[in-house]
């Protein structure tokens, strides 16, 4: 097996399923449809069901890469441009 997952475009997928398809928490996904980033629809018992090929719609307005792939690095590896962290008193030493 190679460890890449597939989106299904005529697949329909549970919150959970889509949520992991795309790397998300279920809450964002949940989220996402209340702003309308994506579109879902509701089984009768009204639970929130995803397309496949809504889920491949939003990853592509996203420019997110798909799952199993890495984003590209911005390249800043210069340590000068990093924010320090501040110290928390009895937390960090």
């Known amino acids: 097996m190679s460890g890449k997952v597939r989106i299904d475009p005529q697949g329909i997928y ?3 399923a889509a949520a992991r398809l795309l790397g ?3 809450s964002t996904l949940r989220d996402l449809e209340r702003r309308g980033k994506i ?3 509701r089984t ?3 639970q929130r069901r995803f397309t496949g090929a809504s ?3 939003l990853l592509e307005e ?3 890469p798909p799952p ?3 984003r590209p690095s911005s390249g800043d590896a210069n340590p000068a ?3 320090p962290r501040c110290a928390r008193p009895g937390l960090d030493t």
């Open 14 to 16: 549970a919150v959970g």
């Open 24 to 26: 998300v928490s279920a």
């Open 39 to 41: 579109e879902g629809e």
């Open 44 to 46: 009768p018992g009204g």
């Open 55 to 57: 889920l491949l719609t």
């Open 62 to 64: 996203s420019n997110h």
């Open 68 to 70: 199993g792939r890495p």
């Open 81 to 83: 441009t990093t924010i």
